[in-house]
Protein backbone atom coordinates (compact mmCIF):
# COMPACT_ATOMS: atom_id res chain seq x y z
CA UNK A 1 0.00 0.00 0.00
CA UNK A 2 1.45 3.69 -1.10
CA UNK A 3 1.63 6.40 1.14
CA UNK A 4 -0.80 9.53 0.60
CA UNK A 5 1.38 12.81 0.15
CA UNK A 6 0.83 15.52 1.54
CA UNK A 7 -0.45 18.19 -0.05
CA UNK A 8 0.49 21.02 2.58
CA UNK A 9 4.80 20.49 2.01
CA UNK A 10 5.70 20.84 5.14
CA UNK A 11 3.42 23.50 6.30
CA UNK A 12 0.81 22.96 9.24
CA UNK A 13 -2.72 25.25 9.55
CA UNK A 14 -2.20 28.18 11.44
CA UNK A 15 -5.32 26.33 13.68
CA UNK A 16 -3.40 23.76 14.26
CA UNK A 17 -0.27 25.74 15.39
CA UNK A 18 -2.29 27.92 17.77
CA UNK A 19 -4.64 25.35 19.04
CA UNK A 20 -2.69 24.48 22.18
CA UNK A 21 -2.15 28.28 23.06
CA UNK A 22 -6.23 28.68 22.52
CA UNK A 23 -7.00 26.05 24.55
CA UNK A 24 -4.60 26.72 27.70
CA UNK A 25 -6.09 30.41 27.50
CA UNK A 26 -9.40 29.17 27.38
CA UNK A 27 -8.87 26.62 30.11
CA UNK A 28 -7.84 29.05 32.18
CA UNK A 29 -10.91 31.19 32.47
CA UNK A 30 -12.79 28.25 33.14
CA UNK A 31 -13.92 27.07 29.31
CA UNK A 32 -13.42 23.62 28.75
CA UNK A 33 -14.22 23.91 24.94
CA UNK A 34 -12.71 26.94 23.64
CA UNK A 35 -15.38 26.95 20.59
CA UNK A 36 -17.55 28.64 22.91
CA UNK A 37 -15.49 31.67 22.78
CA UNK A 38 -13.95 31.07 19.03
CA UNK A 39 -16.98 30.56 17.63
CA UNK A 40 -19.48 32.91 19.50
CA UNK A 41 -21.27 34.49 16.70
CA UNK A 42 -22.43 30.90 15.13
CA UNK A 43 -23.30 29.80 18.87
CA UNK A 44 -25.39 33.16 19.95
CA UNK A 45 -26.36 34.19 16.65
CA UNK A 46 -25.63 37.19 15.17
CA UNK A 47 -27.60 39.73 17.13
CA UNK A 48 -26.63 38.54 20.32
CA UNK A 49 -23.01 38.44 19.35
CA UNK A 50 -23.18 41.77 18.73
CA UNK A 51 -24.28 42.82 21.93
CA UNK A 52 -22.17 40.52 24.03
CA UNK A 53 -18.95 38.50 25.12
CA UNK A 54 -18.43 35.32 26.77
CA UNK A 55 -16.47 36.41 29.71
CA UNK A 56 -15.90 33.15 31.90
CA UNK A 57 -17.24 29.78 32.98
CA UNK A 58 -17.37 29.45 36.90
CA UNK A 59 -18.20 26.01 38.72
CA UNK A 60 -19.84 25.82 42.32
CA UNK A 61 -19.14 23.95 44.81
CA UNK A 62 -20.53 20.55 44.06
CA UNK A 63 -19.27 20.95 40.41
CA UNK A 64 -22.30 20.50 38.88
CA UNK A 65 -23.31 22.56 36.79
CA UNK A 66 -21.59 25.86 36.03
CA UNK A 67 -22.22 30.07 35.61
CA UNK A 68 -21.30 31.41 32.43
CA UNK A 69 -20.60 35.25 32.58
CA UNK A 70 -21.28 37.28 29.38
CA UNK A 71 -20.36 41.22 29.44
CA UNK A 72 -22.82 43.53 27.82
CA UNK A 73 -23.48 47.00 27.89
CA UNK A 74 -26.17 48.44 30.50
CA UNK A 75 -28.58 49.40 27.94
CA UNK A 76 -28.25 45.75 26.29
CA UNK A 77 -28.80 43.85 29.54
CA UNK A 78 -32.48 43.48 29.52
CA UNK A 79 -32.30 42.14 25.90
CA UNK A 80 -30.08 39.87 26.62
CA UNK A 81 -32.12 38.86 30.51
CA UNK A 82 -35.28 37.62 28.04
CA UNK A 83 -32.76 35.63 26.13
CA UNK A 84 -30.99 33.73 28.18
CA UNK A 85 -32.60 30.27 28.51
CA UNK A 86 -32.66 30.64 24.58
CA UNK A 87 -29.03 31.11 24.97
CA UNK A 88 -28.35 28.45 27.59
CA UNK A 89 -29.59 25.56 25.25
CA UNK A 90 -27.92 26.85 22.36
CA UNK A 91 -24.53 26.57 24.16
CA UNK A 92 -25.09 23.42 26.29
CA UNK A 93 -25.45 21.81 22.42
CA UNK A 94 -22.29 22.76 21.83
CA UNK A 95 -21.43 20.95 25.30
CA UNK A 96 -23.17 17.94 24.42
CA UNK A 97 -24.61 17.80 28.02
CA UNK A 98 -26.31 20.39 30.66
CA UNK A 99 -22.77 21.85 31.54
CA UNK A 100 -24.14 25.59 31.90
CA UNK A 101 -26.89 26.16 34.52
CA UNK A 102 -26.91 29.61 34.93
CA UNK A 103 -26.03 32.93 33.24
CA UNK A 104 -25.05 35.68 34.22
CA UNK A 105 -25.13 39.27 32.91
CA UNK A 106 -22.12 41.62 33.40
CA UNK A 107 -22.31 45.56 32.33
CA UNK A 108 -19.00 46.69 32.32
CA UNK A 109 -17.62 48.62 29.35
CA UNK A 110 -15.13 46.11 27.31
CA UNK A 111 -13.09 48.68 26.24
CA UNK A 112 -12.75 50.88 29.76
CA UNK A 113 -14.54 53.31 31.19
CA UNK A 114 -13.15 56.52 29.74
CA UNK A 115 -14.81 55.74 26.40
CA UNK A 116 -18.27 54.85 28.31
CA UNK A 117 -19.05 52.17 25.56
CA UNK A 118 -18.46 48.76 25.04
CA UNK A 119 -17.58 47.70 21.01
CA UNK A 120 -18.44 44.00 20.83
CA UNK A 121 -17.85 44.16 16.95
CA UNK A 122 -14.74 44.54 15.36
CA UNK A 123 -14.86 47.13 12.27
CA UNK A 124 -12.58 49.53 11.03
CA UNK A 125 -12.57 52.77 12.16
CA UNK A 126 -14.62 55.37 9.88
CA UNK A 127 -12.65 57.87 7.88
CA UNK A 128 -14.39 61.53 8.10
CA UNK A 129 -14.76 62.08 3.85
CA UNK A 130 -13.04 65.34 2.68
CA UNK A 131 -14.96 68.51 2.31
CA UNK A 132 -15.90 69.83 -1.46
CA UNK A 133 -13.88 72.35 -2.64
CA UNK A 134 -15.76 75.63 -2.43
CA UNK A 135 -15.66 76.17 -6.34
CA UNK A 136 -17.46 73.03 -6.72
CA UNK A 137 -20.01 73.47 -4.08
CA UNK A 138 -20.68 76.83 -6.09
CA UNK A 139 -20.83 75.36 -9.15
CA UNK A 140 -23.53 72.97 -7.87
CA UNK A 141 -25.26 75.80 -6.21
CA UNK A 142 -25.76 77.85 -9.07
CA UNK A 143 -26.80 74.07 -10.66
CA UNK A 144 -29.78 73.98 -8.37
CA UNK A 145 -31.17 77.61 -8.08
CA UNK A 146 -34.18 77.05 -9.41
CA UNK A 147 -35.13 74.42 -7.49
CA UNK A 148 -38.31 75.71 -5.19
CA UNK A 149 -37.83 73.22 -2.35
CA UNK A 150 -35.02 74.34 0.37
CA UNK A 151 -34.51 70.54 1.51
CA UNK A 152 -34.60 68.75 -1.62
CA UNK A 153 -32.52 72.13 -3.20
CA UNK A 154 -29.93 71.59 -0.23
CA UNK A 155 -29.78 67.40 -0.67
CA UNK A 156 -29.46 68.18 -4.89
CA UNK A 157 -26.24 71.18 -3.40
CA UNK A 158 -24.86 68.06 -1.54
CA UNK A 159 -24.87 65.52 -4.19
CA UNK A 160 -23.70 67.73 -7.42
CA UNK A 161 -21.10 68.78 -5.56
CA UNK A 162 -19.59 65.44 -4.54
CA UNK A 163 -20.44 64.71 -8.31
CA UNK A 164 -18.42 67.02 -9.66
CA UNK A 165 -15.69 66.14 -7.01
CA UNK A 166 -15.34 62.83 -8.28
CA UNK A 167 -15.29 63.65 -12.07
CA UNK A 168 -12.73 66.37 -11.58
CA UNK A 169 -10.51 63.70 -9.60
CA UNK A 170 -11.13 61.50 -12.15
CA UNK A 171 -9.19 63.60 -14.97
Same mark, same amino acid.
Given at each position: ???????? #?? #???? +???????????????? #? +????????????????????????????????????????? =????????????????????????????????? =?? =????? #????? +? $???????????????? $?????????????????????????? +???????????
Amino acid at each position: MSQRKTST #FG #FAHT +AKLLEGNIRKASESRG #F +AQSRVLTHWAEIAGADIAAISRPVEISYGRGGFGATLTLLT =TGANAPVLEMQKEKLRERINAVYGYNAITRLRV =TQ =TAATG #FAEGQ +A $DFVHRPKQVEKPRPDP $DQTARARSATAEVGDDSLRAALERLG +ANVISKHERRR
